[in-house]
DNA sequence: GCCAACGTTGGC
DNA sequence: GCCAACGTTGGC
């Protein structure tokens, strides 16, 4: 049994790293590693492969929903937890009891014009999207298939 | 660069 | 288990 594909967006800032640098990545996928947060953690390591990724730039001029990727790969161990050189590196953790996790996502699309933060907000049937609730800073979040029907379509992107 | 909101840590 | 202190996120 097959589970039903699910929808997810995910935060990264463009000036460390963007949908262009997304789509210009070998076999245009990347392992998203660096995410220090148990909730955040936790929705990835829900993801399965073929789940829809809403990508967000966050931190950006505006701050918007730009194009879509898709999860080609489920929660491994996050290897930048044991580099002692990596910002991302993580003391407590150790390779027999890993604590955080990533997946990897493929490119799909770069929406035409993208979404800006503003423009989500004056769609009344967005009002309960995760990120646009006051004082939402998770980097990984769950996305309805209402919602992510709605985005596509004020993308006036088609479903990849 | 500011700062509100949130998450984590650690003393007690 | 409480909560103050600290660190981070991310819009502006």
């Known amino acids: ?59 950006a001029e505006p701050a918007a929903v730009v194009g879509i990727a898709e999860v080609v790969r489920t929660a491994h161990p996050d290897e930048t937890q044991f580099d002692k050189t990596s910002h991302h590196y993580d003391p407590a953790s150790t390779p027999s009891a890993p604590r955080w996790d990533m997946v990897d996502i493929q490119y799909r699309q770069t929406f035409k ?26 980097s990984v979040q769950p996305v309805t298939e209402a919602e992510w029907m709605l985005i596509l379509a004020l993308a006036g992107a088609r479903a990849s």
């Open 113 to 138: 014009s993208s979404l800006s933060l503003d423009r989500l907000r004056q769609e009344p049937k967005l009002k309960n999207m995760v990120l646009l609730r006051k004082g939402s800073r998770l």
């Open 1 to 59: 049994m097959i589970r039903e594909r699910r929808y997810w967006l995910m935060k990264s800032e463009p000036r460390v790293f963007s949908i262009e640098d997304l789509a210009r990545s070998p076999r245009r996928t990347t392992c998203w590693d660096g995410v220090r947060n148990y909730q955040a953690r936790n929705f990835m390591r829900d993801m399965a492969v073929g789940d829809q990724v809403l990508f967000y730039h966050s931190n």
